[in-house]
């Protein structure tokens, strides 16, 4: 419901290789057949070290927190995930209100 981002890029990216979605309460399944019913060989993991694994051998070069919360703001389990991803290297695309660049 507060993924329009991921679920657009799910569906189609002329700029970006999806790789798998990050979304525990749908692990396991395909991203495809969660949107649509239609496979699309995009996998859905519980967390950024199974989505890593899934991903190959190589640190992706972008991690794009694809939600929208409700209070236009990370959560703390949120931020979380998204500085674990700048920890790796990546960079992050995010459309929120909040700016990662102000944050100590």
């Not at 190959?56 to 959560?75: E, K, R, V």
């Amino acid at each position: 419901m507060d993924g329009k981002t991921a679920n657009g890029l799910v569906r189609h990216s002329e700029k970006y290789e999806i790789l798998p979605v990050i979304d525990s309460e749908k692990a396991g399944l395909d991203a495809g057949v969660v949107l649509d019913d239609v496979p699309n060989g995009i996998p859905v993991c519980r967390d950024l070290a199974e989505a890593l694994k899934l991903a190959g051998s190589d640190t992706p070069d972008y991690f794009i927190f694809g939600m929208a919360p409700s209070s236009g703001i990370l959560s703390k389990k949120e931020r979380s995930l998204v500085l674990e991803a700048i920890g790796l290297g990546m960079n992050i695309v995010n459309g929120l209100h909040e700016f990662l660049n102000d944050d100590p």
